[in-house]
């Protein structure tokens, strides 16, 4: 990035920081420092130049769910997947969601129960069956060509097979279709 600070100063991250860089935008990793998150979305400087790096379309991606029946799997699923994360077998974001969190965008509490007290045991089971969730759920998106993807799933399979009441679900599709 290039940046005009408050105080009229211009400020170079990345590459951009050496002076007659031809790698301004080539090398993601930068030299130094790395300060573009203080810019992202803050008032500190106005973003004058910025390079943004774009995945070229894959052959095909993977949805992957992971479905944990209890809560306390959470801990060893995110404890999987940040090893995943760690290792790039995963190269993209992972997300995490409660069963509540999921179905409450899917339905409304009417439909389960109309009173004030918390979901009970019973009714997240009713939850789990309608919607084939589990307490906690991951959702993860691999990219590339079948093989690969065909590894990493492998490789997901081994790091979630501790896990007790823990299924994945995966869904391939061509690099063109919209999700």
């Not at 100063?9 to 203080?38: C, E, I, K, W, Y």
């Not at 949805?63 to 029946?69: D, F, K, P, S, T």
């Not at 060509?145 to 299924?167: N, Y």
Request: aromatic content about 8%; hydrophobic content about 40%.
């Amino acid at each position: 990035m290039t940046l005009v600070l408050p105080d009229g100063d211009l400020v170079r991250t990345g590459m951009g920081a050496q002076s007659n860089s031809r790698n301004f935008h080539t090398h993601s990793p930068g030299f130094g420092p790395r300060l573009d998150q203080m810019f992202m979305q803050s008032n500190f400087g106005i973003v004058t130049k910025m390079g943004l790096w774009l995945m070229p379309r894959p052959e095909a991606w993977r949805a992957v769910w992971i479905h944990c029946e209890t809560d306390e799997s959470c801990y060893q699923l995110i404890d999987a997947i940040r090893s995943l994360l760690m290792d790039r077998t995963i190269a993209n974001r992972a997300i995490i969601m409660n069963l509540t969190s999921i179905v409450t965008a899917q339905s409304r509490k009417s439909d389960w129960h109309d009173s004030t007290q918390p979901i009970d045991d019973e009714i997240r089971a009713a939850m789990r069956e309608r919607f084939g969730l589990g307490n906690w759920n991951a959702r993860i998106g691999l990219y590339g060509t079948p093989g690969l993807m065909d590894v990493q799933q492998r490789l997901i399979e081994q790091a979630i097979a501790h896990i007790p009441g823990a299924r994945l679900v995966a869904r391939e599709y061509p690099g063109d279709a919209r999700a």
